[in-house]
């Protein structure tokens, strides 16, 4: 199992970013999917998920700023967010969950945004 995120960099309070994350050895549809963050100095948190159902559920703190969706045929998971704050930036890492234990055991390298006031 092998997860990839891309699309992190540098952006003003208010703009875009939409960071991708790549993977391989599982299918979405069987295993669901999340993306966290971690910001230096603080705890990682959950910022967005999907399940194996389609649903698709995000942090208190989001305030339907973000958007998940994913891609099974292309093994694409996606973080639209939009209205960035300077508190979003972090580290955003996607987690894959394992079929087995419940737990989400796979992880990417994470991908770093930093908004700017």
């Known amino acids: 199992v092998q997860l990839m995120e891309s699309g992190g960099g540098s952006v003003q309070a208010g703009g875009s970013v939409r960071l991708s994350c790549e993977f391989s050895?599982?299918?979405?549809?069987?295993?669901?999917m999340r993306w966290y963050r971690q910001a230096p100095g603080k705890k990682r948190e959950m910022v967005a998920a999907?399940?194996?159902?389609?649903?698709?559920d995000y942090a208190d703190f989001v305030e339907g700023r973000f958007t998940v969706s994913g891609d099974n045929a292309r093994n694409m998971v996606y973080l639209q967010m939009n209205d960035l704050r300077p508190e979003d930036t972090a580290t955003y890492y996607c987690?894959?969950?394992?079929?087995?234990?419940?737990?989400?055991?796979?992880w990417g390298q994470g991908t770093q945004v930093t908004v700017s006031a």
């Open positions: 999907i399940t194996t159902g389609g649903t698709s």
């Open positions: 050895g599982i299918p979405l549809k069987l295993n669901g």
């Open positions: 987690a894959a969950q394992n079929q087995v234990t419940g737990s989400y055991d796979y």
